[in-house]
């Protein structure tokens, strides 16, 4: 299965800024937080989030996503 844009995930535009990349996260974590969110699938909705936040909020992962896409944290990929 392909993997989606993390831009797509957090609902942002890749010119975002760090801001607007923070407070996106941080709307969708808490509407999808496990412990609130008791739908089917709202934890692997928010590891999604927080995967898609790790990568976009550090400038050098960030960097990487938007050159190489998936591909630059792909295991086994060659390099």
Known sequence: ?????LYDILGLSK???DAE???AYRKLARKHHPDIDKSA????KF???SEAYQILSDPNKKQSYDQFGHA???R???G
């Not at 299965?1 to 844009?5: E, H, Q, S, T, V």
């Open 41 to 44: 699938g709202a934890a692997e």
């Open 21 to 23: 990349i923070k407070s």
């Open 15 to 17: 010119s975002a800024s």
């Open 1 to 5: 299965m392909a993997k989606r844009d």
């Open 76 to 78: 086994g990929a060659g």
């Open 47 to 49: 590891k999604e989030l």
């Open 72 to 74: 630059a944290f792909d």
